[in-house]
């Protein structure tokens, strides 16, 4: 139940993810076409706003289907019986690492929303809208090495492993 529960919600944030690339396609788009109508509208910074958004929004998604570049030099050539140690102790860091940048992004987007910060453009948006998406990204990221983790503490093979793209080999 939690672990399709935490796949549902990385796979929303991959359609998110998406959602908010073609965004920027669009907005970029809107301000070429302004242009040359001679109305010149400013998204200068939107487009910045969803990168960040596509991007850590994609996280967790591109993590459990196995798409992430990953260095499985050091996992694939070691000894069968050290394999599931390297795997623990890559997986564990990683969570560490996420579960600090998630943890610290969102006091940040907390501390933005608190003191009403605006970005510096012209369109003057508020920046805990695309700090939490930034924050939310991390979030589930951090859900997913939790649960990547639990499965090779238990013994059983990963989604990152199963799920590998085959266009590479």
């Avoid at 940040?108 to 508020?126: I, K, N, Q």
Wanted: charged letters at 10%; a neutral charge; glycine letters at 8%.
């Amino acid at each position: 139940m939690l672990r399709s529960s935490i796949n549902l919600l990385a796979r929303i944030c991959g359609y998110l993810a998406a959602f908010f690339l073609a965004g920027i396609a669009i907005a970029t788009f809107a301000q070429i076409v302004a242009r040359q109508m001679g109305t010149p509208i400013e998204t200068t910074e939107l487009p910045g706003f969803f990168l960040a958004a596509s991007t850590f929004l994609g996280l967790a998604y591109t993590f459990v289907n196995g798409v992430h570049v990953r260095i499985g030099l050091v996992s694939e050539f070691a000894p069968q019986t050290m394999r599931r140690a390297v795997e623990l102790w890559a997986c564990l860091i990683g969570a560490l690492i996420i579960g600090y940048a998630a943890y610290h992004m969102t006091r940040f987007t907390a501390e933005s929303y608190r003191f009403g910060d605006l970005s510096p453009g012209f369109m003057a948006v508020p920046l805990w809208i695309p700090q939490s998406a930034v924050s939310f990204g991390l979030g589930v990221m951090f859900l997913s090495m939790l649960e990547q983790l639990t499965l090779v503490a238990t013994g059983r093979v990963p989604d990152y492993e199963t799920n590998k793209d085959s266009a590479v080999e």
